[in-house]
């Protein structure tokens, strides 16, 4: 028999790494422990504070346009058919997009919210770079290695 799933530790999307002086860029002295998060490279040394955030946030926007443009329709036929003589089997489209409205307004109240974390890393030019993720573990481990360099 196989197994359907393996559970394997996911690799984080931080690291560090050992910066080597070259001729082309003199920022980093050789020896200096950089510590990368994604594309962005921060010198130990430099890094002064982090701070985590939670970010929760729903996307609704799309469902509600076209909630919107739905019910905006069914009115316009609706009008349509009452007010300008238009066939009454139009009717039926009318009760159709109502569906289609209500259906997209229904959808934006059983939206999950996504959560995910933010932590930032200030350093001592003022810049500020931000690591997202959603596991909790990573950036568990980021913000333990973080405590040990700030205070340093």
Same mark, same amino acid.
């Given at each position: 028999m ?5 559970a394997?530790e ?5 690291w560090l790494?050992?910066a080597?002086a070259?001729?082309a860029?003199?920022?980093a002295?050789?020896g ?17 504070? +982090? ?10 926007d ?7 443009v739905?019910i905006?329709?069914?009115g ?11 066939l009454?089997r139009f009717?039926i ?22 959560? +995910? ?32 360099v700030?205070?340093?």
């Amino acid at each position: 028999m196989s197994q359907s799933c393996i559970a394997h530790e996911a690799p984080p999307m931080w690291w560090l790494e050992t910066a080597v002086a070259d001729d082309a860029s003199q920022e980093a002295a050789s020896g200096d422990d950089v510590l990368r998060l994604g594309s962005h490279a921060v010198r130990l040394e430099d890094i002064v504070s +982090y701070k985590v955030n939670e970010v929760a946030e729903r996307d609704t926007d799309g469902l509600m346009l076209s909630a919107a443009v739905f019910i905006l329709a069914a009115g316009l036929l609706l009008i349509g058919v009452l007010q300008f003589g238009w066939l009454e089997r139009f009717l039926i489209g009318f009760f159709l997009l109502i569906i289609l409205g209500v259906s997209s307004m229904v959808e934006v109240t059983g939206l999950n919210t996504i959560r +995910y974390l933010q932590l930032t890393v200030f350093t001592r030019s003022g810049r500020a770079v931000e690591f997202t993720s959603v596991d909790p573990r990573d950036v568990g481990r980021l913000t333990g290695f973080l405590s040990q360099v700030v205070r340093r």
